[in-house]
């Protein structure tokens, strides 16, 4: 299974940083992929990490504002997203190899 | 970007009764590899998308065999045998043959 950090609410040009901990399971054998839903709207890909090199492959939309990254000590991805804006209110979800599904982490962007 | 169209929008059904849901790409998501890489994913109210279908029609562990996928090339339909209670939400498509991943616009399932 995999376990997201909590609610977060933030200020419109701060960063935000969710994590994602894993556990039952190789955590570096499958891509960690992350995705969000802005309220009432469908799921959008954001990007994955390897967790086993590190590599990863953002959607090009969020190419300049998100960074993910891994401790594989903890079995934990990160996904960070500067810049934030209004319509950056969604929940974020995490999702091993988009099998194995986080319970999303809610961020709001309000001044 | 491919572009993942899916119809019908919203889709009430009777319980007991079939169900079908058509996904189409905007362009062949037959890999190189030679697989396709199509995938539906369910969204109970209030929870975590689930996977229930995996390169057009492999069934993940624990879904039930009333949940059934099929198509190529460029369309794909996801079958519900006989609407159960359980089963109301909404259904995406997604593809993962081509980068940037992409996913339909969902199909909201709702008993009569």
């Known amino acids: 299974r995999v376990v997201q950090s909590g609610a977060e609410v933030k200020k419109p040009g701060a960063s935000v940083k969710v994590s994602c901990k894993a556990s039952g399971y190789n955590f570096t054998g499958y891509y960690m992929h992350w995705v969000r839903q802005a309220p009432g709207q469908g799921l959008e890909w954001m990007g994955w990490i390897n967790p086993n090199s590190g590599d990863t492959n953002y959607a090009q939309q969020f190419q300049d504002r998100v960074t993910m990254t891994r401790d594989t000590s903890i079995s934990t991805a990160y996904m960070e997203l500067s810049r934030l804006r209004s319509d950056d209110t969604a929940v974020y979800y995490c999702?091993?190899?988009?099998?194995?599904w986080g319970q999303g982490t809610t961020v709001t962007v309000s001044s | 970007d491919v572009v993942m169209t899916q119809s019908p929008l919203s889709l009430p059904v009777t319980l007991g009764q079939p169900a079908s849901i058509s996904c189409r790409s905007s362009q062949s998501l037959v890999h190189s590899d030679g697989n396709t890489y199509l995938n539906w994913f369910q969204q109970r109210p209030g929870q975590s998308p689930r996977r229930l279908i995996y390169?057009?029609?492999n069934r993940d562990s624990g879904v039930p065999d009333r949940f059934s996928g099929s198509g190529s090339g460029t369309d794909f339909t996801l079958k519900i045998s006989r609407v159960e209670a359980e089963d109301v939400g909404v259904y995406y498509c997604?593809?993962?043959?081509?980068?940037?991943?992409?996913f339909g616009g969902g199909t909201k399932v709702e008993i009569k």
């Open positions: 997604m593809q993962s043959t081509h980068w940037s991943l992409t």
């Open positions: 390169k057009v029609s």
């Open positions: 999702a091993s190899s988009m099998d194995v």
